[in-house]
T-cell receptor, first 118, second 111 residues
Framework: DSGVTQTPKHLITATGQRVTLRCSPR?????VYWYQQSLDQGLQFLIQ???????AKGNILERFSAQQFPDLHSELNLSSLELGDSALYFC?????????????????FGPGTRLTVL | ELKVEQNPLFLSMQEGKNYTIYCNYS?????LYWYRQDPGKSLESLFV?????AVKQEGRLMASLDTKARLSTLHITAAVHDLSATYFC???????????FGTGTRLTVIP
C-alpha cells in the first residue's frame, strides 16, 4: 500500500458524459501527478499540481481538467467522454517539487481508477 | 520530449534462468526508475537510480544505469514464478518532475 488513495475504483459511463476522479496523496506529499494508462498509448503523464498550483502539463486533452484543493487532494475532470478515453487513470504523489530538492523525490502511485466509456 | 524504449516487450523465461531487460532513453535524464505492475494493479516502485554507474539489487533483481549510453538494465537472476509481472522503466528529464515511461516488458516465468 503506497498511501495514495483513489476513488472510485471502477467507473462505467456513456459517451458524452462527464466524470470526476479523486485522489488523496500520501500524508505530507505536496505534489500530485495524473497519468493515463491505455493499450494504445501506454502510460502517459497528464498533469502535475504542487501545493494547489498547476506545475506541468503533458498530453492532457482540452476536455480534461484537474485541480488540487487546499487539503491537497486532487480531482481529475473528464468531460464529453469518448470511447477512446477508456483507460486506467493513476494518481501519484511525491514530497517535493523538484528532483534536486531531495535524494529521491520518487513518485508513489495510487491503485488507479478504471474508466470504461460505453 | 523524452522517448523511452524498452525491450523486449514480451519475455517468457523458465524458472531458474537469467535474463536482462533493456531500457534506452533519448535525452539527458536526471534519474531512472523501475516499476513492477501486476495485472489490473498499481505500479510498485522497485528501484530509483540517480547517477551514472548506479547499481541496486533487491532479491533476484538488479538494476543499473549508464547515463553516457542512456541505458538502464534490469537483470533477473534465477527467475521464479512470483516475478511474473509487467516491468516498466521510467525516466525523468533534468529539471522536470513527470515521468516518461517505456512500453513495459511483460515477463512470464514458466516452471
Amino acid at each position: 500500500d503506497s498511501g495514495v488513495t483513489q476513488t472510485p475504483k471502477h467507473l462505467i459511463t456513456a459517451t458524452g458524459q462527464r466524470v470526476t476522479l479523486r485522489c488523496s496523496p500520501r500524508s505530507g506529499d505536496l505534489s500530485v501527478y495524473w497519468y493515463q494508462q491505455s493499450l494504445d498509448q501506454g502510460l502517459q503523464f497528464l498533469i502535475q499540481y504542487y501545493n494547489g498550483e498547476e506545475r506541468a502539463k503533458g498530453n492532457i486533452l482540452e476536455r480534461f481538467s484537474a485541480q488540487q484543493f487546499p487539503d491537497l487532494h486532487s480531482e481529475l475532470n473528464l468531460s464529453s467522454l469518448e470511447l477512446g478515453d477508456s483507460a486506467l487513470y493513476f494518481c501519484a504523489s511525491s514530497p517535493r517539487r523538484y528532483p534536486g530538492q531531495g535524494p529521491k523525490n520518487e513518485q508513489f502511485f495510487g491503485p488507479g481508477t478504471r474508466l470504461t466509456v460505453l | 520530449e523524452l522517448k523511452v524504449e524498452q525491450n523486449p516487450l514480451f519475455l517468457s523465461m523458465q524458472e531458474g534462468k537469467n535474463y536482462t531487460i533493456y531500457c534506452n532513453y533519448s535525452t539527458t535524464s536526471d534519474r531512472l526508475y523501475w516499476y513492477r505492475q501486476d495485472p489490473g494493479k498499481s505500479l510498485e516502485s522497485l528501484f530509483v537510480l540517480l547517477s551514472n554507474g548506479a547499481v541496486k539489487q533487491e532479491g533476484r533483481l538488479m538494476a543499473s544505469l549508464d547515463t553516457k549510453a542512456r541505458l538502464s538494465t534490469l537483470h533477473i537472476t534465477a527467475a521464479v514464478h512470483d516475478l511474473s509481472a509487467t516491468y516498466f522503466c521510467a525516466a525523468q528529464m533534468t529539471g522536470a518532475n513527470n515521468l516518461f515511461f517505456g512500453t513495459g516488458t511483460r515477463l512470464t516465468v514458466i516452471p
